[in-house]
Structures are given as C-alpha cells and as structure tokens.
C-alpha cells in the first residue's frame, strides 16, 4: 500500500530516512530497502538517495507492505519528533531533545514524548493498564525535565516496568549527567548529600530541605574553563532522582548549572537557551535477558556548541 504524507514543521531539514522512521514506525533498514526498491518518492519524484533533506509541506510518498510483524504507520498527527536508540519487546530507550515534556501535564496534552510514543507503541497502552504505570504515563520509569536531553528508558510490559522500577530503588540502574557549572568548582569530585523538597514560597521550584526527601548526586571535574566567564564541565552520577535534583544541589553548592535562569545560572556571555545538562549514559539490567545494558549519548550541537567556545 502506499502511505501520503505532507511533511510537518518539526520535521524540516530531516534526512528522509529519519523522517520516514519517525512518520511509520519502521526501521532505518527497512526504510533504506524501500528507498533502495524506489518505494519513496516526494513530489511525485523517486528519491533515489536517503540523504536527502526534507522539508516542510513537501508530499511524501511511501511504499509500505504492512504485515503482522511489521508497524503500521501512525497518523503524523501524533508524531512526536525523537531518537529511538534501543527497542525489543520488552524495552524502549529514547534520547529526548530539548524541549519536550515527557508526559502531560499543566499546559502539555498531546504534545509530549508520552504521545509520540503512544503513536510509534500503540502496546505501551494496553501494558500500563496490565500494571505499567500509570496510563497517562504508560511504561515511565523515570523522566527527564522539559529542557534536559539524553537517555531515558521506558517499559513495554508489566515485568519490564516492575524490573526497571526496583532497580531505580535500590540504586542499581545508572544514570550519568553531563552538567556545565558556573564558577570554578573546586573539589576534583564530591558527593551532594541533602534532602530536597518542594519551596513553599515557590511551588513550581524545588529546594533543599530538612522536610525533603533524601537526594545525593555524585559529582567529578571534567574541566574547568575561565572565558568567557568561568566554568566547570562536570560528570554527574544520580544515586537518587529527585525533582530537578542536579539543578537544585549544584545551585545549592553556589555553582548552578549554566543558562538555568530558574536556579540562579543565568549567563548571557554563554549564549545558552537552556541549562547545560545533558543524561549522556545510562546502564541498567535487561529485565528479561538479563544482561546489562550500557547505552551512550553524544552532547547535542547546541550544548556542543557553548563547549566548542570556552577556554
């Protein structure tokens, strides 16, 4: 059958491999074998190389043989644009971008990573209501905030969610954050150990408290930079995960994350338009094999970009 699609904004100056990946469901290999065949064509032309960038309102048309154990394309109403970096049956690893709610909230509906994982996993429904998670956030195991990119790890079934869960509990699943602080820290590593709760002047932010929940974050040097203001790239390991718990214990310290305007980072010099922090490796055992899963994630252009500059 063939499936025809108008290219959304947020998909503009994709590769049309990638966008095909995202509008149906399907694989990068899979979609390379239907180019291969001539089975994608845009403006009624064959596209001939998946390389090619699309754009935004070009007609896309694909070739797709729809059979038991393949996807079925969604509507690209319900895409959410991100990376998929591991998926079986009963895992999925993503690295979100910058920018997008995990799932629904206060002025988030239907544009969130829930959605777009709903559409490209339409099982993750059935299994939140077996008992994984809470089905407005179907397979969630942990999040990442709004503006923070990187890895984070959803459940496909029950079993997967309970695994996923309990080694979140008992501290076994890693999770390593790349942070830039303002200011020089000093200590080549240290560990942050100091609750966290919720600001009663300021319930949308969180703070240190003795009524907090118990947080400790793990932190080494990277580098240190002097211009064009001073900076410290840090390795961040959580033990626990807390609500914006990095943001809140490295302001704690007097060194807030850079371009966190939230937290006290605000640095203009910089040019950043969101905190310095990014989930760049995660590591957890595979609830159904077994074995440990170690997954990486390289700084986005943006964050790379401020790095590339200071000195």
Do not use: N, W
């Amino acid at each position: 059958m063939s499936e025809a699609i108008e290219i959304p904004g947020t998909l503009s100056g994709e590769r049309v491999d990638r966008a095909i990946a995202l509008l149906s469901g399907q694989s990068r290999g899979e979609v390379a074998g239907l180019i291969a065949r001539g089975g994608v064509r845009i403006g009624g032309e064959v596209v001939s190389s998946r390389h090619r960038r699309v754009h935004a309102g070009e007609l896309l048309e694909v070739d797709l043989v729809a059979t038991p154990d393949e996807p079925v394309p969604v509507d690209v109403a319900g895409v959410i644009a991100f990376d998929v970096v591991l998926e079986d049956e009963s895992v999925v690893v993503v690295d979100k971008p910058a920018g997008l709610v995990v799932h629904p909230g206060a002025g988030h509906a239907g544009d969130t990573l829930v959605s777009g994982l709903l559409a490209r996993y339409p099982d993750l429904a059935a299994a939140a209501r077996a008992g994984a998670g809470d089905p407005e956030r179907p397979g969630i195991v942990h999040r990442l905030d709004k503006d923070t990119s990187g890895l984070l790890v959803i459940a496909r079934t029950p079993q997967a969610y309970d695994a996923l869960v309990a080694q979140l509990a008992d501290r076994s699943m890693g999770r390593t954050y790349l942070a830039l602080a303002l200011g020089h820290v000093v200590a080549d590593e240290g560990t942050i150990d100091a609750p966290i709760g919720r600001s009663a002047r300021q319930p949308t932010r969180m703070t240190v408290s003795t009524t907090g929940k118990a947080a400790r974050s793990h932190y080494r040097v990277l580098r240190r930079f002097d211009r064009p203001v001073p900076t410290t790239l840090l390795e961040v390991v959580l033990e626990t995960g807390r609500t914006h718990q990095i943001r809140v214990h490295l302001a704690a310290i007097g060194h807030p994350v850079a371009g966190d305007t939230r937290y006290g980072g605000r640095a203009r010099e910089l040019g950043l338009e969101r905190p310095f922090l990014h989930a760049e490796r995660l590591r957890f055992t595979h609830p159904s094999h077994g074995g440990v899963v170690e997954l990486a994630s390289g700084l986005p252009a943006d964050l790379a970009g401020v790095l590339a500059q200071l000195s």
